[in-house]
């Protein structure tokens, strides 16, 4: 999910972030500056839950830690940036980073929200992520 007129990232590997498997699913390579080269406020990965659920925390497994993300609750699969709502917030910054929701609230879809992406060198921004999971 994204919610700029810019080409979406690739979405090859995104299936990966539920199972865990090889290989990660990652963002396409940024130049500049750690907020998607200025290019897009930020980048969704949203899950179906299937049903409504009260999610208490979310983690996130990484081999590029470094990133902050939002996580945040959404009316559909495809909604617009003013319907979802922020329920946590934090920094992968480990490997696995386990991101608490203080006041969980029902819903059947969750976004994780990348907000930043952590430096690969030679001016340039991306991230991996392994596999993320939900607690309820």
Do not use: C
């Not at 409504?52 to 993300?69: D, H, L, M, R, S």
């Not at 922020?86 to 994780?112: F, I």
Request: aromatic residues 6%; neutral net charge; charged residues 10%.
């Amino acid at each position: 999910v994204h919610f700029s007129a810019q080409t979406p990232d690739n979405s090859a590997n995104v299936r990966n972030v539920i199972t865990g498997a090889a290989p990660p699913w990652q963002t396409d390579n940024y130049r500049g500056r750690p907020d998607f080269g200025g290019l897009k406020p930020g980048l969704g990965l949203m899950f179906d839950l299937g049903s409504e659920q009260n999610v208490k925390a979310v983690t996130i497994k990484t081999p590029t830690p470094g990133f902050n993300v939002e996580i945040r609750t959404a009316p559909s699969a495809t909604p617009t940036a003013a319907q979802t709502s922020t329920v946590a917030t934090g920094t992968v910054d480990q490997p696995s980073t386990t991101l608490t929701v203080e006041n969980p609230q029902g819903s059947r879809y969750v976004m994780v929200w990348l907000t930043s992406l952590p430096s690969t060198g030679n001016g340039s921004y991306q991230v991996q992520i392994g596999q993320v999971t939900m607690a309820r």
